[in-house]
């Protein structure tokens, strides 16, 4: 009779566990987001562009990479990690390809955050903000 009582304990209590189980998430995680339909070269935003102070460099990313100052890396809001993008300086037209691998800018009116390298090769840091479009590169 204990072993009937046992088995129905057991069953009752997976049934009951089984109930509370979580459901799959209907989006994606975070980073692992479908990369955009956007055709390489295609205009993808455009905005203000500044470039990590220099107390960022050595500190992880949300990508989980340590953020490298000399590096061709980039915040983004939206865009997955690893997403190329060509950065476009409205006023001069030069252009640097970085790789997304933070999540930024959290300045409002800004749309990506550029290492200081990639902002070298568009502009000098004294303009610290720029103006820039933002193209798909991948």
């Given at each position: ?22 459901p ?58 690893g ?28 749309v990506?955050?550029?290492s ?23």
């Amino acid at each position: 009779m204990l072993k009937g009582s046992t088995r129905w304990i057991a069953i009752s209590l997976f049934a009951a566990l089984a109930g509370c189980a979580t459901p799959p998430p209907k989006e994606p995680p975070s980073g692992t987001e479908p990369r955009p339909t956007t055709e390489q070269g295609e205009a993808i935003g455009s905005g203000k562009a500044s470039f990590y102070a220099q107390q960022h460099h050595g500190k992880l990313t949300a990508s989980g990479e340590r953020f490298d100052q000399g590096a061709l890396t980039a915040a983004h809001r939206t865009l997955p990690f690893g997403t190329k993008v060509r950065v476009v300086n409205a006023r001069n037209g030069k252009s640097v390809v970085v790789r997304i691998n933070d999540r930024g800018p959290y300045v409002r009116g800004r749309v990506i955050d550029l290492s200081k390298a990639a902002f070298q090769r568009i502009a000098s840091t004294r303009a610290g903000v720029i103006r820039v479009r933002l193209e798909r590169a991948d």
